[in-house]
């Protein structure tokens, strides 16, 4: 493996695992709060349970997502350092208010989970809600930088010189908005999925039924926001896509030819070497109305541009179309879902309806991580679009095959230890969360 | 502005060293106890630290951003030469927080808590010598960009005498700090014998070490005595230092807790002034004769004075609300 492919890899394989626990990290307190402001206004023993039981996935999440997002900040000069050397003092502004995002959450954390019956219950549930916010700022601030390498802005690039500096216009890039925008969105529908799954599963095998109904339906309705969002958000970051960078939209739908009324690609089989898409479903002139509104006009094909500016067609086509594919599914859910909801109460609690969601656990995390690579991948072989190639920016250290490995193991260790954490969270369930469970031990009330 | 953000990347090394040091120190406390008192310790060590762990790890990644931001070629020469030992600290950085955490929130107590209690303790000593070691590969010539041959560049650039003795003394500042620290979290007069007496060795550990830099450097042809002792107030932050150390003795003795902490966060201080001052503004000192000054590799002005506003503004929140999650819990222990 050479030294840039295994560079390219483990920056891939961090920010992936990065995501994953940064977006749970960022929704879940938001349930949590809820399920604690609940309490407060019911006065209901399981929502307090809930509440707890949620505050310690939080807890493990929190510190998760803390170290890989560590890792990420040594490993932008670790391994690209041509890249940090320039665009450091350019994009810089928005990682230096997440640090004080970050550090809010950090202490909101510290008062929460150590807080009950120690502050005024409001005070407490503020913490808990802020931990949300915060962590919701930072993952937008975050965005805000990556949007920047996607629409550079807020410098002047002379002869291989980046002059006239602007920090502030740089982190208002063109592209901030929509990519934060639908990677919010897209956090509280994998999120409220993910959560939601995993209490289907405890409603099918008939554990403390009351308990997990409840975390089920919050994290319902969680999920709910972020799939209908997700297509309105989505609209708005294709357009911006675009009208920014026309060939990342190409490679999105292996759009070769330029033409007027584009149609709109669905899967296929992208021949890079031949120009073609074979035994794809076209809709005629769908794309070009999704990109302006308008059927006729003219969306650019990839043959426009010069050759070696090419992203990698397939891996960006495919990406695309796997998150519109769970996308739509997840969307159908939600209003069979709704559906039951308004017109068919008896549907809830059946079992085909849970074992939909329960199936549907990991496909919010698919479109998410899919919609990831469309936007990583689809901006090579840039990693400053129009202004640096990834290449010119990677260590000159050799070997870092070895360190993509070591890194690999630990991303894969440390996921494993979490999955098994959250298992036993919610194996103790009975003894621990749910007051109402006869093994529910009266000491740990106040843990 | 740039003497602001410079004092906030001053500020939040320090802090890191002395709150962060605290955390590391507890798990080198434990590691270094014997089984007897162990359970003890834990408890007190715990205690101490739980409610602001996270935040103290904070401070780390405020100093990287200003450096990324502010000074980033100080900050890519690091990455690029320093690559394995900072890959090493990060490693323990990562073991570490993720240990702590769990061994703290996993549901079920069993026989994991072994594994968990031994990655905390390993990587707390990892994590701190390799930050020594880092920050006497900065000052220490050894760096050398126009070297060839992967050796002199990746390896030779970090692992020396000098800088392994800078990583065990940071390590027993470390394990100091966190004894020291937690004089004041013992509940009993048994508990509060028992953490002087892990302070005393603690202090026996840092004067060893510290004795070792000076003549690591010495044998290295640094001029570490030069550095600290040719300015007035080298001299002076070293003589207070020493004053400190005497009155926490003094201190401990008579089981007068209230102004240990403060007496060594104080003794952090000015050796990390007497560390850093003497070649202040240069932070890296290159082996082929270069220096990295903070002030003139610097980014430029707008930059400098969106970072400078972006840390006091975030000061601002943070450092009251911070205080406050300190002050209420230290008042609920007792």
């Not at chain 2, 390993?122 to 070691?133: E, K, W």
């Amino acid at each position: 493996m050479d030294d840039f492919i295994a560079a390219r890899a483990q920056m891939a394989l961090s920010l992936g695992f990065h995501i994953i626990f940064s977006c749970v990290g960022m929704v879940m307190p938001f349930l949590m709060a809820f399920a604690h402001w609940k309490y407060l206004k019911t006065n209901n023993e399981i929502y307090k349970g809930l509440t707890k039981a949620w505050s310690k996935g939080v807890a493990i999440l929190f510190a998760t997502g803390a170290v890989s997002g560590t890792m990420l900040s040594f490993e932008l000069g670790l391994l690209w350092p041509g890249f940090m050397k320039h665009a450091g003092p350019i994009f810089g502004m928005p990682f230096s208010l997440e640090g004080t995002a970050f550090f809010i959450e950090a202490i909101a954390i510290g008062f929460f989970l150590y807080g009950w019956e120690r502050f005024n219950k409001w005070f407490h549930w503020f913490c808990g809600f802020l931990v949300g916010v915060s962590g919701l700022a930072s993952g937008i601030l975050v965005v805000a930088a990556n949007a920047w390498m996607n629409s550079p802005a807020g410098f002047d690039y002379i002869n291989g010189q980046y002059m006239n500096i602007d920090p502030i216009k740089a982190m208002f890039n063109d592209a901030w908005f929509p990519q934060a925008l639908h990677m919010t969105v897209a956090a509280f529908c994998a999120t409220g999925f993910a959560v939601a799954g995993v209490h289907a599963l405890l409603i099918i095998k008939k554990r403390n039924i009351e308990f997990h109904t409840k975390a089920f339906r919050i994290a319902v309705g969680f999920a709910l926001i972020g799939a209908f969002g997700a297509p309105l958000s989505g609209d708005i970051a294709a357009k911006s896509v675009a009208e920014r960078q026309p060939i990342k939209l190409a490679a999105m739908e292996a759009h070769f030819e330029t033409e007027k009324g584009a149609a709109f690609v669905i899967g296929g089989i992208p021949d890079e070497e031949k120009g073609e898409i074979k035994y794809a479903v076209k809709i005629p002139k769908v794309l070009s109305f999704l990109v302006s509104n308008d059927f006729n006009a003219e969306v650019k094909g990839l043959k426009d541009f010069p050759r070696d500016e090419w992203p990698p067609i397939a891996v960006t086509h495919y990406a695309f179309q796997i998150m519109i594919f769970f996308g739509v599914i997840m969307i159908c859910i939600g209003i069979v879902y709704l559906y039951a909801f308004f017109f068919r109460k008896e549907w809830l609690s059946k079992n085909w309806l849970l074992k939909t969601f329960l199936i549907a656990t990991p496909f919010g995390y698919i479109a998410l991580e899919a919609g990831w690579t469309v936007t990583e991948v689809g901006r090579q072989p840039w990693i400053i679009y129009g202004v640096m190639r990834t290449i010119d920016a990677v260590t000159p250290m050799p070997g870092i095959q070895y360190s993509f490995y070591f890194f690999t193991a630990i991303f894969i260790s440390l996921s494993l230890i979490l999955i098994f954490l959250l298992r036993r969270q919610i194996q103790m369930v009975p003894k621990l969360y749910d007051p109402t469970d006869s093994q529910f031990n009266d000491k740990n009330k106040k843990s | 502005m740039i003497y602001i953000v410079i004092g906030f990347l001053w500020l939040s090394i320090c802090l890191y060293i002395i709150l962060g040091g605290a955390d590391f120190g507890a798990g080198i406390v434990e590691l270094f106890t014997n089984k007897k008192a162990r359970h003890k310790t834990k408890e007190i060590m715990y205690e101490s630290i739980a409610p602001v762990w996270e935040a103290n790890h904070m401070w780390l990644i405020i100093a990287i951003v200003i450096l990324f931001v502010g000074f980033p070629e100080i900050y890519t020469t690091m990455s690029t030469y320093l690559h394995i030992p900072l890959v090493l600290m990060l490693l323990g950085i990562i073991a570490r927080g993720t240990a702590f955490t769990f061994r703290h929130y996993d549901a079920v107590k069993d026989n994991w808590q072994v594994l968990y209690t031994q990655i905390f303790y390993y990587a707390s000593l990892l994590t701190p010598f390799f930050l020594g070691l880092i920050a006497a590969a900065t000052v220490s010539h050894s760096i050398n960009p126009d070297a060839t041959g992967f050796l002199d560049l990746y390896i030779f650039s970090w692992l020396n005498w000098f800088g392994v003795s800078v990583g065990l003394f940071t390590v027993a500042l470390c394990a100091y700090l966190a004894s020291i620290f937690s004089l004041r979290e013992t509940r009993d007069k048994a508990d509060l014998v028992l953490m002087i007496r892990k302070s005393k060795q603690t202090m026996i550990f840092v004067v060893i070490t510290g004795v070792l830099v000076f003549f690591t450097a010495y044998i290295s042809d640094i001029p570490l005595l030069m550095w600290i002792f040719s300015k007035p107030l080298g001299i002076m932050a070293i003589a207070f230092a020493t004053i400190a150390l005497l009155l926490i003795l003094r201190a401990m003795n008579r089981q007068k807790l209230l102004p240990v902490r403060a007496l060594a966060g104080f003794q952090m201080v000015m050796i990390l002034v007497a560390a850093t001052y003497q070649h202040n503004p240069d932070i890296i000192l290159l082996g082929n004769g270069q220096h990295l000054s903070l002030l003139t590799h610097m980014a430029p002005p707008k930059t400098i004075a969106a970072l400078g506003w972006a840390l006091m503004l975030g000061s601002l929140f943070i450092l009251p609300f911070l205080f406050y999650l300190m002050a209420s819990f230290s008042k609920q222990r007792k």
